[in-house]
């Protein structure tokens, strides 16, 4: 990777806390100009770590950060020129809205009538206008979090960090929300990270999607390419809903699993090598195939309608899988076309 390529750069940062080993382990990442990187994993993985690296709250014990294809080292977070959203806004309950979202042109040195002609700017794209003379304990919490982001935006930042901005908010208010800041990150053009918990949040917004794991990157990728190529059993199990079974190569073709012997489309893996077996619900046919081949047979043992499309547990021999369709037919059989069979090696290492 290039810094003349990234507005943010990475290159082989690693920093844990002190007495530990938590934190984040040579990370090397870039997020180009316009381009909107959502970081995901489960709690105490390190996305935050990441965040605050890259902000200057806290200072990497090896590796570079640039950012505008400066080394960002010994720059304190104020002169890092990032916007920064929180989880809680951390609005200012005694400031006005127009008053919130001017504060970053104060710490600036901006003049009093630019400062107002800024912040009225970006609170009209974000639709506020009307609300500049309200506190922040008068609006809703979608407002506040529209009021965080013209704060972040206001001073025209080179990138923007977003920390899990949607976890206070109701489910449909987070839909509505994800779409106003991928609107509002691409009118800007700027480089953003997103941190999330939410893999629907992720895999909806962003260009790249980052999974992170103990502290390291596991996979970066587009959230298509991520769904239906993870690197590993740790991105197919966090990644959407997955059925995943540990079993042998038999030949080019086919795979021994709990299910018993499947075929598969040709694969690159070796005979007797052991493998982890993928394949996603909604790749459960239903009925039996014309050919028979990958046609099981066995039981719904749980069936959950969902207005669209059903989720279902099919039980075969003791072995459960998950199926997800739109079929409300009665199941008593179900297929598996070869091609939806995916082999994952068999570690925590990158597919062959």
Known sequence: MSASDHTILL???????????????????????????????????????????????????????????????????????????????????????????????????RPVAERRANALDILGRVGLKDHIDK???????????????????VFDPQALL???????????LRVEMRDEIRRLQRAHHIATMHITHDQEEALSMADRVAVMRDGRLVQVDAPKALYAQPANRAVASFIGHANLWRGRVVDGTSVETPLGILKTAPHGFAAGEPIVVLVRPEKLAIGSAADGVNTLTGKVTRDRFLGSFRRFDFEVGGTKLLGETGNMAEIRSIHILPEAVQLLADHDGKRP
Not at 94 to 100: G, I, K, S, Y
Not at 135 to 153: D, E, F, K, N, T
Not at 162 to 172: F, H, Q, R
């Open 135 to 153: 506190l922040p304990a008068q609006l809703s919490g979608g407002q506040q979090q529209r009021v965080a982001l013209a704060r972040a935006l």
């Open 162 to 172: 977003l920390d899990e901005p949607l976890s206070a908010l109701d489910a449909a």
């Open 11 to 109: 290159e082989n940062v690693t920093f844990t806390y002190p007495g530990t080993d938590i934190g984040v382990h040579d990370v090397s990442l870039g997020i180009r100009a316009g381009e909107l990187l959502a970081v995901i994993g489960p709690s105490g993985c390190g996305k935050s770590t990441l965040l605050k690296i890259i902000a200057g709250f806290v200072q990497p014990s090896r590796g570079r950060v640039i950012i505008a294809g400066k080394d960002a080292a010994g720059i304190p977070p104020r002169e890092r020129n990032i916007g920064i959203v929180f989880q809680s806004y951390s609005l200012f309950p005694h400031m006005t809205v127009l008053e919130n979202v001017a504060y970053p042109l104060k710490l600036r040195g």
